[in-house]
Structures are given as structure tokens and as C-alpha cells.
């Protein structure tokens, strides 16, 4: 029995004017929610003429351009554009460049690994402290995406990437068997980091079906959550995996100085509803979590973490 079919589901928030996080006149970062496709450098009429296919049409960044130009003062045929990519079911910071040369420098940046991403994950399984995590040596292993799937590679295999997670774990509780965790993408290779929490910490992210690998799929890893009448709800197309932040180099003309410009993004009512759900006392580690969270509410001790060739 899988986890996701236990999820309810609410109305998507896809079709809702955006959130702008921050803007200059070179740029705009929005806070995108589940549900809402942004790809960069993908065909916008392409992108219309594949989601006109499928049962319903999907809501895409450029549905939310005529009401950003207005907002951000623009006239009705400049261009915005999107240089970066966010899935379709993950939430978080999503920058538009607002001119030609700024979509050119942010594109330099994600290509020199300059801008810093982070991500919290609630995921489907408790780590125990004295348990050993193997993760890849350097942090770094290979993907590949066939049919829209990724999946793990070996250096030197047909169409393989190499790419680069690193993370640390924030807390969980033993009783639902579900971790809180943080992931730092240095690359940024489709669906990567929750093949990460998937395949290397054996710990898919609550509400991924796509990457679950069998082993929570079974009826004897069925949350407990579940048996007490508590249910997790998440809007459609929507998985608890959420970009915290982002950080890029910004140029401030009236200093003539680049900055590191970071730009942060809170959880929802959508998580804070289900946190709740999961204990009756929530411990923040940081801005977000300021520890961790157990049913008694004290720190969850850390399970070790070694690199090597799992």
C-alpha cells in the first residue's frame, strides 16, 4: 500500500497571482507554488501544444507574465524570462530575468555553480542515530533520465550527469517514522535531489510516488500517522520538498559593487498544517525548524553519515 494514497488533496494554488519575493530592474524572484510548470529555456508554444495534449491544460509561468509586467510596471511586450528550473511539484524562489543581459548573467552563474540553493524535505522514513547513512564519496554521483524517469548511473555511461548533493538531517519522529531534512544542490539535474533522499538515504519524500523504489510501497511501511485518523493534505501535483532559499550575485549600481543577494521563502499554511499534524509541539532549528521534532518534543539525536561507494 503506497503512502500517496493515503495523501488528501486541495484545490491548487498554480492559477493564484504570484508572490514577488524581490525585485530590481533587472530581475524578479517569485515565490512559485506546487502545481505551476517552469522550465528554463523550454519553447513556450511547444510547452502550450504538450499540455494541450493531456487531460487539462497546465498552468506555466508564462500564464503569470501579463500580470507580473503589470505589477512590476513593465510595458505589455517586454519580455520576461525563466533561467532556472523548479519542478512541477516543488515550491520555493524562482527568478525572472526582466532583460536580455540579466538572463545572461544568471545563466553564467548557475553554469559557474555560484548561486546557492537550499531545500527542507519532510521524508518517509525515521533515521535512527545509531544507524550508518552511506552517501556518494565527495558528495558527488552520476544520474540519468530515461522516459522521463531518473535514475542512478555509473561514470562514463550513455547519457549519464554528473551531479553533486549535499545534506544534513534536522530532525524526525520515531512514532510516524518521518524525518525532516535539508538538501544543498550544487548541480542542478531534474528531479535530483529526490532521487537522493530515495535511493541514498532510503527515505523518498512524503507524497513522491514517482521515486518510491518498492520499499515503502508495501503495506507493512504504511504510516502510523494513518492509523490515528490524521491525514497529510497537499494540493495537487504537490510533494513536501521545499527551496527555503536562493543566493546569486546581484550588481548594485549605486556602490558599483556585487553583493550576494540571498532571497528566502517561508513554508505554507499547507506545511505548518501537516507539521502540526505529526506532533503536538513543533521545535524550529533555524528560521524554518530551531531543532527538531519528536512526540516529546526534546532534539532527536543525529545518525552518522559516511562517504563511500554504497
Not at 515550491?91 to 543581459?101: E, H, R
Not at 502540526?276 to 513543533?282: D, I
Request: proline share 5%; aromatic share 8%.
Amino acid at each position: 500500500m503506497s503512502i500517496t494514497r493515503n495523501l488528501l488533496r486541495w484545490p491548487s494554488l498554480a492559477k493564484e497571482p504570484l508572490k514577488i519575493l524581490f525585485s530590481d530592474k533587472g530581475l524578479c524572484v517569485v515565490d512559485k507554488p506546487a502545481g505551476l510548470v517552469a522550465q528554463a529555456g523550454v519553447d513556450v508554444a511547444a510547452q502550450e501544444a504538450l499540455a494541450e495534449k493531456q487531460w487539462h491544460k497546465e498552468t506555466t509561468m508564462e500564464d503569470h507574465f501579463e500580470d507580473l509586467r503589470t505589477r512590476l510596471d513593465l510595458s505589455e511586450d517586454h519580455q520576461i524570462r525563466t533561467v532556472h528550473r523548479l519542478d512541477k511539484q516543488t515550491t520555493g524562489p524562482l527568478i525572472l530575468a526582466l532583460n536580455q543581459a540579466k538572463a545572461k548573467d544568471l545563466a553564467n552563474q548557475f553554469k559557474a555553480k555560484t548561486v546557492e540553493k537550499s531545500y527542507v524535505a519532510l521524508v518517509s522514513r525515521y533515521m535512527y542515530p545509531d544507524e550508518r547513512i552511506v552517501v556518494p564519496k565527495n558528495h558527488k554521483s552520476w544520474l540519468r533520465t530515461d522516459n522521463g524517469r531518473v535514475s542512478i548511473a555509473r561514470s562514463g555511461e550513455e547519457n549519464a550527469a554528473e551531479v553533486e548533493t549535499r545534506w544534513e538531517w534536522l530532525g524526525g519522529n520515531v512514532d510516524l517514522n518521518v524525518s525532516l531534512i535539508r538538501m544543498f544542490p550544487i548541480t542542478g539535474h531534474k528531479h535530483q535531489l529526490r532521487v537522493f533522499a530515495s535511493h541514498y538515504l532510503s527515505a523518498p519524500v512524503v507524497g513522491d510516488g514517482r521515486y518510491q523504489f518498492n520499499d515503502l510501497s508495501n503495506t507493512n511501511n504504511v504510516h502510523p500517522i494513518f492509523n490515528r485518523k490524521a491525514f497529510f493534505v497537499l494540493p495537487p501535483d504537490s510533494l513536501f520538498l521545499h527551496c527555503e532559499s536562493i543566493t546569486f550575485n546581484r550588481y548594485v549600481r549605486s556602490t558599483g559593487k556585487q553583493i550576494r543577494q540571498t532571497v528566502h521563502s517561508e513554508i505554507d499554511y499547507n506545511w505548518k498544517r501537516n507539521l502540526g499534524l505529526l506532533s503536538e509541539r513543533v521545535d524550529p532549528k533555524d528560521e524554518i525548524w530551531s531543532r527538531s521534532f519528536n512526540p516529546r518534543g526534546s532534539p532527536s539525536p543525529t545518525p552518522s553519515v559516511q562517504e563511500g561507494d554504497p
